[in-house]
């Protein structure tokens, strides 16, 4: 039995100086938590870091590397801030209370119908031939749609799925079984 496991990471904690501009980088917090997150994750076989190539994942990144030197990392479109939104044929599956504050989400978070989400789980969720292990440095809507997956919820239950700065949640896929939660927002080392 072949094991992909990941672990989804939200980036530290954003300078709020940059008023979560998207180009903002890591607060003091933001690098003090990402140095314990390295540290936490020092021992875990990686085979790569993927991360978001927007500034405060990147940041994370590069202070988590610092703990992991021999796992290779790169920025990566698969796990760039995204925030899931209905199109106008999928708006019955969201709860209405949810519809004004969706239509205000940026253009640039927009993804329509999570297309580019589905992508990245199809891309990372896969079990192969041997055992993966990866770090995946993103967002929070973005681990939420992957907990949303696993769990098999509705398309709009990704909302509310709040992760913590520098929090790890595990995912998990075998090849002989259907997808796994093993663990959410563990902030044990924080």
């Known amino acids: 039995m072949a094991r992909t496991r990941l672990y989804l990471v939200r980036h530290g904690e954003q300078d709020p100086a940059s008023g ?9 917090l933001g690098r003090e938590q990402a140095d314990r997150l390295g540290r936490r994750l020092r021992t875990v076989p990686f085979s790569a870091i993927h991360h978001s190539p927007l500034a405060r994942a990147a940041q994370t990144a590069d202070i988590v590397a610092g703990h992991l030197p021999q796992v290779p990392r790169h920025g990566c479109d698969f796990v760039l801030d995204r925030t899931p939104v209905p199109s106008a ?25 999570a297309k580019a989400l589905q992508a990245a789980v199809e891309h990372f969720g896969v079990a192969g031939d041997t055992d993966r292990h990866e770090l995946l440095i993103t967002h929070n809507f973005v681990i939420g749609w992957f907990v949303r997956h696993m769990l098999d919820a509705p398309v709009w239950r990704w909302i509310g799925l709040n992760q913590d700065n520098c929090a790890i949640t595990i995912v998990q896929w075998d090849s002989d079984r259907p997808p796994t939660l093993v663990s959410f927002n563990d902030t044990g080392h924080l």
């Open 89 to 113: 044929g999928q708006r019955g599956r969201y709860p209405d209370r949810w519809l004004a504050w969706l239509d205000g989400v940026p253009d640039d978070e927009r993804d329509e119908d």
């Open 20 to 28: 979560h501009a998207p180009d903002g980088g890591l607060s003091q």
